[in-house]
Nanobody
Framework: VQLQASGGGLVQPGGSLRLSCAASGSIFGMGAVGWYRQAPGKQRELVATISVGGSSYYPISVGGRFTISRDDAKNTVWLRMNSLKPEDTAVYYC??????????????WGQGTQVTVSS
């Protein structure tokens, strides 16, 4: 199983980006999925999660600006980021709980995609 994250880049303050994370391999379903970020010198932090039923959660720092979505048929999760700020600069990682053949779920991480917000 592999997770391929993409969509990062350089954007000006106030701009938007959409990150995607696609899982491939022997997958028999998606559980909860989320996006995290890690800025230089800081710990990795959660920025969004979405449950199987579609319930989402965002910390105050990104609420109202970021939107997480998923397509279980494509084993893909997206993160739409609007009104980006310089403090959003970080490497963004996706995390997916994927059901294995034996019915158990295992967590996987994507490789990270760099988001830089700067004028």
């Amino acid at each position: 199983v592999q997770l391929q994250a993409s969509g990062g880049g350089l954007v000006q303050p106030g701009g938007s980006l959409r990150l995607s994370c696609a899982a491939s391999g022997s997958i028999f379903g998606m559980g909860a999925v989320g996006w995290y970020r890690q800025a230089p010198g800081k710990q990795r932090e959660l920025v969004a999660t979405i449950s199987v039923g579609g319930s989402s959660y965002y910390p105050i720092s990104v609420g109202g600006r970021f939107t997480i979505s998923r397509d279980d048929a494509k084993n893909t999760v997206w993160l739409r980021m609007n009104s980006l700020k310089p403090e959003d600069t970080a490497v963004y990682y996706c995390n997916q709980a994927l059901r294995q053949r034996n019915g158990m779920y295992a967590a996987y991480w994507g490789q990270g995609t760099q988001v830089t917000v700067s004028s």
